[in-house]
């Protein structure tokens, strides 16, 4: 009888144990989704920040080539103006 309890205590603390490490696997995995999302999310945000680094330097190269354009404009004006 007490080898019964002893054989059956064992078996109920294994399945406890075994329990327990598939439980952790889960939760393992749950944490490399969220880290796999979070590093996603991270380089989304270093793009993001690139991009906007980048967006004065196109601004003054657009309005460089704007006024460009308008002195042109204004010297094809002046040249039919004068004939």
């Not at 393992?28 to 590093?39: P, V």
């Not at 993001?48 to 042109?72: C, D, G, I, L, V």
Request: hydrophobic share 45%; proline share 1%; glycine share 4%.
């Amino acid at each position: 009888m007490i080898k019964t309890m002893l054989k059956s205590a064992v078996v109920a603390g294994t399945v406890a144990v075994m329990a327990g490490c598939a439980s952790q696997g889960a939760s393992m995995s749950e944490t490399d989704q969220a880290m796999r999302k979070a590093e996603a999310a991270q380089a989304a945000a270093n793009q993001a920040q690139q991009t906007a680094t980048q967006a004065p330097q196109t601004a003054r190269e657009a309005k460089q080539a704007s006024a460009a354009n308008s002195q042109r404009i204004e010297r094809m004006f002046e040249a039919s103006q004068s004939k």
